[in-house]
């Protein structure tokens, strides 16, 4: 395989381009490089389970985000509008580096997780949230993204109610989420829409 031509010396290229024109530089990314719309287009076309999951449609990140920000305020009723933000973007690093599995996370080590959070953080400070999540508002996120997980797991994932119960825990405090694949064009419109509602709430409180 032939070598890529690179200048000697000149460390590995680390950004990526993206379709709004911006060149996010992914070991050290600027809230100033981040776009929404690079982020929905992106998430609507990374598929969850590494695609393996049933029907002819994968299910995407941006309608998996939608339904997470769905169930935090099933669990939270009344949540601050930034916390809801925060919930449908706790994905958002994955329209650069994609869904890694979690047990490939694990064997990826400090490394991987130090860039997704990198990314997190620039994503947070472009929109007017906390570079760093508390703590308790980060554990509901992921109480509701296990329970996505869970739904998707019984419903699209292949996954037996059982192994699904031992593995990501049951639901409870929230009504069960029928689990249904929309196209990407379909997610990336339910993501911005999403978006533009709980951040035209958010500015409101930045001004």
């Known amino acids: ?5 690179q200048k000697k010396g000149e460390a590995p290229r680390a950004w990526q381009r ?15 490089d981040i776009e929404i719309e690079d982020i929905a287009h992106g998430l609507a076309r990374v598929a969850r389970w590494n695609g393996q999951t049933l029907g002819t449609l994968p299910f995407n990140v941006a309608h998996h985000s939608v339904i997470v920000e769905d169930i935090c ?37 400090a490394k991987y997780k130090q860039v997704e959070r990198g990314l997190e953080r620039a994503v947070h400070v472009r929109f007017g949230l906390p570079a760093d999540l508390p703590e308790a508002i980060e554990k509901n996120i992921k109480r509701a993204d296990r329970a996505c997980a869970f739904f998707e797991a019984c419903q699209i ?9 031992r593995i990501f825990s049951a639901p409870r405090g929230i009504s069960p989420v029928r689990i249904e694949a929309l196209d990407a064009e379909a997610s990336q419109a339910l993501y911005l829409e999403r ?10 409180t930045l001004s």
Do not use: T
């Open 195 to 204: 978006f533009e509602k709980l951040y035209r709430e958010h500015a409101k």
């Open 1 to 5: 395989m032939a070598k890529l031509d």
């Open 157 to 165: 994932a292949g996954f037996e109610d059982a192994e699904a119960r």
């Open 73 to 109: 305020v099933q669990l939270k009723p009344g949540w601050p509008v930034k916390w809801r933000l925060a919930a449908l973007l706790h994905d958002a690093p994955e329209y650069v580096i994609g869904d890694v599995i979690s047990p490939f996370k694990a064997a990826l080590g």
């Open 18 to 32: 993206m379709l709004s024109g911006r060149r996010l530089n992914i070991l050290d990314p600027s809230p100033l």
